[in-house]
Structures are given as structure tokens and as C-alpha cells.
T-cell receptor, first 114, second 114 residues
Framework: AQSVTQLGSHVSVSEGALVLLRCNYSSSVPPYLFWYVQYPNQGLQLLLKYTTGATLVKGINGFEAEFKKSETSFHLTKPSAHMSDAAEYFCAVSPYNQGGKLIFGQGTELSVKP | KAGVTQTPRYLIKTRGQQVTLSCSPISGHRSVSWYQQTPGQGLQFLFEYFSETQRNKGNFPGRFSGRQFSNSRSEMNVSTLELGDSALYLC?????????????FGSGTQLSVL
């Protein structure tokens, strides 16, 4: 069965610092991987996704993630944090041949200090 | 183009009652998925509908049910409510069911069971 583990339920960075949110997955087949962001009292918004091809994926708002098969990881990074990046971030995997179903990690709440 | 619309935004019910939540997908989207979000269990997949047929179901009791209408609008119903059903219920729509489909989430319905 596929699963997703996000390391660290809370991450705090200073404005302008590097953002690194960690995600490891478990999958017996090549996975489709996603990062979503959720702002307070809102639904989820897709940041980026990996399906096939280039392992470095660029998303919206300056975020990017790298798929590393050997490490079963899909960590999310942003070179310079902005106050508006404060939100909850979810890593997710799409089980093979199961349409709209996503398996989410527990989420990481990102705080950005001025 | 309007986004995914969920109604109502907030609901308060008592144990034993039933509740119906509504989701209107983005125009042209034919797939609707439902998720339950709680602090303890995180985001969990409930079910997915496509062309008025349930295509996938998560690990929830039979008290949770749903349906999709010919205009792709979807409803989910929870009968005999329990305190543990208190959660944010999110609906997501996509054009189709492919692995590469992008899910668009609504802002959710916050259900409180007293």
C-alpha cells in the first residue's frame, strides 16, 4: 500500500531564509506525487506535481521539489521565505489507477518570522 | 470561471441526526471527490464520483454515502451522526479521472456534531 510521511508537523523559518519541507513516500510502483498548500479557512491549492520526466519540478509561488527515487523522497523547497508563505503544506501520492484518490501526509505547518 | 462551491460553509448538528453536504464542481468538470479533514486523522479520502457513478471508495462506514447528478453536482450524506464525524469536509473536482488530472478543491464545509 502506498503511504506518505511528512517529517516535522511544524517548521519555522525567518523571512528570507530557505524553506525545506520533507516528504517521503512508500510505493511499489512509480508514484505520482503532489504538494498542496492550505491557507486558513480555505481548501487546498496545488503547488506542483511530479508525474514522469524531469525530476526537478517547479511550481507556483517560487516553490520547487525534487523527486529522488533512491531516497523515496519528494522534498519541497523555496530559496527565500515570504510572510505570505505561512500555511499548511501537504504532500500526497496518487495510487496507481485510482483516479481522483490522493493519499495525503499529515501536513506540515510553516511559520515565517519577520 | 467559478471555482468549486461547497454549501453550506458551516453546519452544527447533534448526535443521531443526518446531514447532507453539497458540492458544485467547476463547469465542465465531471469528476468529484470528497475528503474528510480532522486534526487527528488528517486528510482522508471518502469517495469519488464520475459520470454519476461511484468509482472509488475510502475506508469509511456505510453511514457515509454520496451521489452525483447529471450536471456533475455532488452531494454527500452522513446518517446517524457521531461526535467523531466533526470535521472539515472538502470536495474536489477535475476534468477526468486520469492520474495526471489536477484537482481543484473547494473551501469545505465545517461540520460540528454536538
Amino acid at each position: 500500500a502506498q503511504s506518505v510521511t511528512q517529517l516535522g508537523s511544524h517548521v519555522s523559518v525567518s523571512e528570507g531564509a530557505l524553506v525545506l519541507l520533507r516528504c517521503n513516500y512508500s510505493s511499489s510502483v512509480p508514484p505520482y506525487l503532489f504538494w498542496y498548500v492550505q491557507y486558513p479557512n480555505q481548501g487546498l491549492q496545488l503547488l506542483l506535481k511530479y508525474t514522469t520526466g524531469a525530476t526537478l519540478v517547479k511550481g507556483i509561488n517560487g516553490f520547487e521539489a525534487e523527486f529522488k527515487k533512491s531516497e523515496t523522497s519528494f522534498h519541497l523547497t523555496k530559496p527565500s521565505a515570504h510572510m505570505s508563505d505561512a500555511a499548511e503544506y501537504f504532500c500526497a501520492v496518487s495510487p496507481y489507477n485510482q483516479g481522483g484518490k490522493l493519499i495525503f501526509g499529515q501536513g506540515t505547518e510553516l511559520s515565517v518570522k519577520p | 470561471k467559478a471555482g468549486v462551491t461547497q454549501t453550506p460553509r458551516y453546519l452544527i448538528k447533534t448526535r443521531g441526526q443526518q446531514v447532507t453536504l453539497s458540492c458544485s464542481p467547476i463547469s465542465g468538470h465531471r469528476s468529484v471527490s470528497w475528503y474528510q479533514q480532522t486534526p487527528g486523522q488528517g486528510l482522508q479520502f471518502l469517495f469519488e464520483y464520475f459520470s454519476e457513478t461511484q468509482r472509488n471508495k475510502g475506508n469509511f462506514p456505510g453511514r457515509f454515502s454520496g451521489r452525483q447528478f447529471s450536471n456533475s453536482r455532488s452531494e454527500m450524506n452522513v446518517s446517524t451522526l457521531e461526535l467523531g464525524d466533526s470535521a472539515l469536509y472538502l470536495c474536489a473536482s477535475s476534468l477526468g479521472r486520469g492520474l495526471n488530472e489536477k484537482l481543484f478543491f473547494g473551501s469545505g464545509t465545517q461540520l460540528s456534531v454536538l
